[in-house]
């Protein structure tokens, strides 16, 4: 079946599913491939369960007039994908980086939302399956839609930027991530940058620069339109304040606002300045802008202020590299408090770079006063002479659950591999 025709059957049966626990009637279903599953094998089950349409790639799991038989189920998915997204004419804007960049999408969508019917990224699907299914949910009420692009080697946003085709773009930053896969931070730059290339080949491409970060003012060089946000010589500046542990974002330019925010550090305010720059370029209006800020809640475990008893607990547990982790511990460091803790798990695919990155967090550790600290994970066992030192994120909350304190504040932070929110249940 060639591309026009599948199309034609998606057109009919525009919901899509990979995963058969959640098919629902008269959904297609894409049986895809990993190291460990072969999704051919649950053609039959995926009609059982209601689905119109079953695309395989292996012949032998052939059923009449219910499945689709193609070369290769991953590559129909995400050509099926750029057939889709070639039928929309609105702006895409597409959101990479190392750190932040899912708490920029969701900034980001919740202001345009305001004003525009948006589609965006749900949750972090931003990989080679999560992009076509983001666009493939892509309905004909759609104005806007945002698209998280995460990556860990190179080529992989570029080839993401040939299925969603980006017409605007942004890179929250280029830090120590997925060292394992980029080879060096050289390398990270190289690959969130291949969004940046996308936009300057396309001729018309619209780049939101953290005008702050010398490196993206370099790597933007060349792209049509250019807009820039920061604390400083930008078209849209804005410097981050402190209140009762969130932060609060003063805008003086291009209008003077106070956005409060239910987001937890400093860190963050590149993340609400790119959203808040969205808007602008979007025309959302302004007060619609800082109630659409002011309203979001940070969740799964992403910069999230807790309250425990008597303590305070700051959960960015979702995921952790060299520069989030040392963002993190900066901030914990200079807040208000007299008996703080952190609860730090290792960071992975930091590939031969593991043990340097790890020091290097040691030694940042060591140039402030703890209450405790506690580390999580392999990579952190040349130190439990230092410091309490676990192996696994439920014997560190064994510990703390024993230990009970009160009127702590707490940053609870690692790699998604270490679980880290699993101490919250000792407090």
């Known amino acids: 079946m060639n591309m026009e025709a599948l199309y034609q059957v998606y057109l009919e049966h525009p919901e899509v599913q990979t995963d058969t626990r959640k098919i629902k009637e008269g959904e297609l279903f894409f049986a895809l491939k990993g190291p460990n599953f072969n999704g ?16 395989i790639d292996e012949a032998a799991y052939e059923i009449a007039g219910k499945t689709i038989l193609v070369p290769d189920v991953l590559q129909a998915l995400q050509q ?41 990224t749900e949750g972090n699907l931003n990989n080679h399956i999560g992009v076509p299914l983001t666009l493939l949910k892509i309905k004909n009420d759609a104005q806007l839609a ?37 080879g060096s931070i050289e390398g990270v730059k ?23 970060y010398d490196y993206l003012r370099d790597m933007s060089r060349g792209i049509a339109h250019i807009i820039r946000y920061g604390t400083a010589e930008a078209d849209v500046v804005g ?29 963050n305010l590149p993340n609400v300045l790119a959203a808040i720059t969205a808007g602008i370029h979007f025309n959302v209006p302004a007060e619609k802008i800082k109630g659409a800020i002011e309203g979001y809640i940070p969740s799964n475990s992403r910069s999230q202020l807790l309250e425990k008893g008597t303590n305070r607990i700051i959960l960015d547990a979702y995921n ?30 930091m590939g031969a770079a593991t043990a340097a990155e790890h020091q290097h967090i040691v030694e940042l550790i060591g140039q402030h006063s703890w209450s405790g600290v506690l580390l999580v994970g392999k990579p952190f066992e040349p130190y439990k002479d230092l410091f309490h030192y676990f192996e696994s994120s439920v014997q560190a909350a064994e510990w703390l659950s024993a230990y ?18 699993k101490v919250l249940e000792a407090l």
Request: hydrophobic share 40%; net charge positive.
């Open 40 to 55: 051919n094998r649950f053609a039959q089950q995926a009609i059982d369960a209601g689905a119109a349409k079953v695309i």
């Open 80 to 120: 099926l994908a750029a057939w889709h997204r070639a039928r929309f004419s609105f702006p895409v804007l597409a959101i990479t980086g190392s750190n932040g960049k899912t708490t920029t999408k969701e900034l980001v969508h919740a202001v345009l939302s305001t004003t525009y019917k948006t589609y965006t």
């Open 146 to 182: 945002v698209i998280e692009m995460g990556a860990n080697h190179l080529e992989e946003i570029k080839s993401y930027c040939t299925i969603a085709r980006p017409t605007h773009g942004l890179i929250t930053n280029a830090g120590k991530a997925h060292l394992e896969g980029f």
């Open 190 to 212: 190289k690959g969130k940058g291949e969004l940046y290339d996308f936009l300057r080949e396309r001729g018309d491409g619209t780049a939101l620069v953290m005008w702050d």
């Open 239 to 267: 410097d981050a304040v402190e209140r009762n542990g969130f932060l609060a974002a003063e805008l003086v330019r291009p209008f003077v606002m106070q956005i409060s925010t239910r987001l937890v550090g400093d860190y």
């Open 320 to 349: 952790a590299n060299p520069s989030s982790m040392k963002l993190a511990i900066g901030n914990l460091a200079k807040m208000e408090g007299d008996k703080k803790i952190l609860v730090l798990g290792a960071m992975a695919e």
């Open 404 to 421: 009970k304190p009160e009127h702590a504040l707490l940053l609870v932070k690692g790699s998604r591999s270490t679980q880290m929110e």
